[in-house]
T-cell receptor, first 114, second 111 residues
Framework: EADIYQTPRYLVIGTGKKITLECSQT?????MYWYQQDPGMELHLIHY???????EKGDLSSESTVSRIRTEHFPLTLESARPSHTSQYLC?????????????FGPGTRLTVL | QKEVEQNSGPLSVPEGAIASLNCTYS??????FFWYRQYSGKSPELIMF????GDKEDGRFTAQLNKASQYVSLLIRDSQPSDSATYLC???????????FGGGTRVLVKP
């Protein structure tokens, strides 16, 4: 099982601010993911990475950006936060076992933009 | 048609009964299948995964896979109020190296 950490856990911020949501994992997983989820709604993949210097956009268009400079670290940045960005952001990482790819989730960051 | 479909519920189950959750998928090339549990306001946690046809048991949970009919199910035996949560089905397609989640089924276990 993976140990995945996300900070901050809760963030309330004003419109127009730049924010970075941190995600770190200690298991050496190559693949990492960011999902966005509104309360009671589906998970939406917004970014993923297959390894260092690899980043891809997910199924849901997002104004956020990501970087992957180190294997263990996959931060997500919003250059100018808006109320429409209010949501829960979930980071995950996965390992390939030879049979399947199992994703493990961090605790999430609940973002509120006023 | 969604790639992974689940009945959104809520599925109301008396305490001690069996909860039966279903999930269908569209891609016949799907290789492995996951069940996650998500409590309100929390992140998904892995319950179990299955990749061979048949049943796989883990404690009170049993996953059942039928690739010919393209469905996977989860049985929760002796349901407890603490099992009240949303259960997410996820399907992995090795060809696309992609894990796709269903919308989840909300389960309510009533004492």
């Amino acid at each position: 099982e993976a140990d995945i950490y996300q900070t901050p856990r809760y963030l309330v911020i004003g419109t127009g601010k730049k924010i970075t949501l941190e995600c770190s994992q200690t298991m050496g997983h190559d693949k990492m993911y960011w999902y966005q989820q509104d309360p009671g709604m589906e998970l939406h993949l917004i970014h993923y990475s297959y390894g260092v210097n690899s980043t891809e956009k997910g199924d849901l268009s997002s104004e956020s950006t990501v970087s992957r400079i180190r294997t263990e670290h996959f931060p997500l940045t919003l250059e100018s936060a808006r109320p429409s960005h209010t949501s829960q952001y979930l980071c995950a990482s996965s390992e390939w076992s030879g049979l399947t790819d199992t994703q493990y989730f961090g605790p999430g960051t609940r973002l509120t933009v006023l | 048609q969604k790639e992974v479909e689940q009945n959104s519920g809520p599925l109301s189950v008396p305490e001690g009964a069996i909860a039966s959750l279903n999930c269908t998928y569209s891609d016949r090339g799907s290789q492995s299948f996951f069940w996650y549990r998500q409590y309100s306001g929390k992140s998904p946690e892995l319950i179990m995964f299955i990749y061979s046809n048949g049943d796989k048991e883990d404690g009170r949970f049993t996953a059942q896979l039928n690739k010919a009919s393209q469905y996977v199910s989860l049985l929760i035996r002796d349901s407890q109020p603490s099992d009240s949560a949303t259960y997410l089905c996820a399907v992995f397609q090795a060809a696309g190296n992609k894990l796709t989640f269903g919308g989840g089924t909300r389960v309510l276990v009533k004492p």
